[in-house]
């Protein structure tokens, strides 16, 4: 092992790439984050009603009807049969998340995401061990929960705790006790288990996981034989059961990140200081051919 | 175990029992879960839906909480109700009378708005709307009906001389005077809580209440004999005899004991 691993997650790729370098896709990904809520937000603020509603439901310049998927769907398992709007706004939901990625959405527009970020980076620089880690597969059980509750009673059932809308229907209309469960977010990661609530519980999360496991949009180890095995990656990727078989691959495996779990947050992209992680899509699976070289010739 | 039978793989007994412990933690949370949302489905009294909203449990499968018809309703007078805050399913919309009534706008933007139909846009007229029925819930409070003029819900029901009529009667009190109590007649009056809203009393004397708590319902089987006649022109019964009314007062065609009723029975021996 080298002394590289001592140093701190990243520092290589700064001193490499530039503090920017090494985090442009960190920012890019507030941005986006901001981007999202201030556009929800220009209406109540600034009186631009160009995005009205939330994140369950809006409409943009009073034509676009976009619709969150999941919401609609316990709808369904409750036994309403919507509205022709908010079945073409979920539909277009759906085909977008299909191409680039359904935890784009985790990693790109979900509130909690900055909260639960800010739960793991103080979960680092407090040292604190990794605590419970339920298994990964639980949110998919919690899915499957949700949607037998919603038929059970009748109605919509994750949203009377969801804090995904919650939180931003708070922002958006005014919060209440939403906070509370901002809290509870926070702690519980930072406390109770890394990772916990995005990574093992959140149902959200499962849901546009299962629904971009087929995605276009790919991250892929393309120059995985310059990998120093530095472990920055795992170390700074919220799903890093997912980098393995990409980056690890025999030679003729593929190097693409296939598993519904990535969240495209490009991460690993940053933090990688021999720059072995690209964005490409899900049918390009070369390998970078000098590298090929080189395997052969060791 | 029979000792024949192999001994169980230890990947397929710990599927099995990650299994069972996975499916056993989602009937403790599913429940956890079903109990708070059986739990959001109590709407408190005050708190109206706007026009066209499904019957609550229907409301509930189809709101998603996404706040449209709160952005369109030219009155600010929905809100979607905080966690916490307000005793209703979390992000749903509801409206208080007695703080923002509802205006009955003719285009109802609020139906327009909603994406799923948990407002129903079957709802074309707004006077057909159902949000709850006004009450006087308080007669001993309300100026109507302490025999003064104020008559200020009767005046500003959108729906006037019909949802709301002033009905005459006399006054006791004074011997002199009318009464003119304000009368709601529920299948007209569409809840918008505009007289709630503008009652001059400091806790409105009349109130919009959902119709389940507002309303009775009358028996299937009950028949109101004036009806049924009304409608067959002839006495319900076949062959009933129409006996004399026996009525008190001076003027009857009582002659065993003018001006008032003959005694039910006589004691023997005490003469007439």
Redesign the interface.
Not at chain 2, 60 to 68: D, S, T, V
């Given at each position: 092992m080298s002394a590289k691993t001592k140093l701190p997650t990243g520092q290589e790729a700064i001193e490499v790439k530039g503090w920017l370098g090494a985090h442009r896709y960190l920012i890019l990904r507030r941005l986006s984050q901001s981007f999202f809520l201030f556009l929800f937000l220009m209406g109540p603020w600034f009186g631009i009603w160009w995005v009205v509603g939330t994140l369950a439901g809006s409409r943009t310049f009073g034509v676009l009807p976009l619709t969150d998927p999941l919401v609609l769907m316990q709808g369904l398992a409750a036994g309403h049969w919507p509205e022709l709007t908010a079945i073409i706004g979920a539909l277009i939901v759906l085909a977008v998340y299909a191409l680039i990625g359904g935890r784009v959405y985790c990693s790109w527009v979900c509130p909690i995401n900055p909260v639960t970020d800010a739960a793991h980076w103080l979960h680092d620089k407090l040292g604190l061990q990794k605590g419970w880690q339920p298994k990964r597969s639980t949110r998919y059980w919690i899915l499957g929960a949700v949607f037998a509750v919603s038929a059970l009673t009748g109605t919509i059932a994750w949203e009377v705790v969801n804090p995904v809308t919650m939180v931003h229907r708070g922002l958006v209309f005014g919060m209440g006790f939403a906070w509370a469960l901002v809290a509870a977010i926070f702690v519980f990661d930072l406390l109770v288990a890394r990772r916990g609530w995005c990574g093992h519980l959140c149902p959200v999360g499962a849901f546009y996981g299962l629904l971009g496991s087929k995605s276009l949009l790919r991250v892929s180890a393309v120059d995985r034989a310059a990998c120093d095995d530095c472990m920055d990656c795992f170390a700074v990727c919220p799903e890093n059961q997912v980098i393995s078989p990409a980056l690890r691959g025999k030679p003729g495996e593929t190097p693409l990140i296939l598993s519904p779990d990535c969240t495209n947050c490009g991460r690993c992209i940053d933090v990688c200081s021999v720059d072995v992680f690209a964005f490409t899509h899900r049918f390009d699976n070369h390998v970078k051919t000098d590298e090929q070289v080189a395997d052969k010739a060791a | 175990m029979s000792a024949t039978s192999k001994p169980m793989s230890p990947q397929r007994r710990r599927f099995l029992t990650?299994t069972a412990r996975?499916?056993g933690?989602?009937v403790v949370?599913?429940s956890a879960?079903?109990y708070?949302?059986?739990d959001?489905?109590a709407l408190p009294a005050e708190a109206l839906r706007p026009p066209g909203a499904l019957p609550e449990?229907?409301f509930?499968?189809?709101?998603?909480?996404?706040?449209?018809c709160?952005?369109?309703c030219p009155y600010d007078t929905l809100?979607?109700a905080?966690?916490?805050?307000?005793g209703i399913?979390?992000?749903t919309p509801f409206f208080t009378a007695r703080d923002v009534p509802c205006e009955m706008c003719d285009d109802i933007p609020c139906v327009a708005?909603?994406?799923?139909?948990?407002l129903d846009?079957g709802l074309t007229n707004i006077d057909d709307a159902q949000m709850g029925t006004a009450v006087l819930v308080d007669q001993e409070n309300c100026l109507n009906f302490l025999g003064l003029r104020c008559d200020v819900c009767y005046r500003v029901c959108p729906v006037i001389d019909e949802a709301i009529t002033l009905e005459l009667s006399h006054n006791d009190r004074s011997g002199h005077h009318a009464i003119f109590a304000p009368t709601v007649h529920a299948d007209k009056c569409t809840g918008c809580g505009v007289c709630e809203k503008s009652c001059v009393l400091p806790e409105a004397a009349i109130k919009v209440l959902p119709v389940r708590l507002a309303r009775g319902s009358s028996a299937e089987h009950y028949l109101k004999g004036w009806e049924e006649q009304d409608a067959k022109g002839a006495p319900v019964v076949e062959g009933i005899i129409d006996l004399p009314d026996r009525l008190p007062g001076p003027g009857t065609d009582n002659l065993a004991a003018p001006g008032g009723f003959e005694p039910a029975f006589k004691l023997p021996g005490a003469g007439q």
């Open positions: - | 990650d996975m499916a933690g989602c949370a599913g879960l079903a708070l949302v059986s959001a489905k449990d229907d509930l499968a189809a709101c998603i909480r996404c706040g449209l709160v952005r369109d809100s979607l905080e966690l916490g805050a307000d399913a979390t992000g708005a909603c994406p799923t139909g948990a846009p």
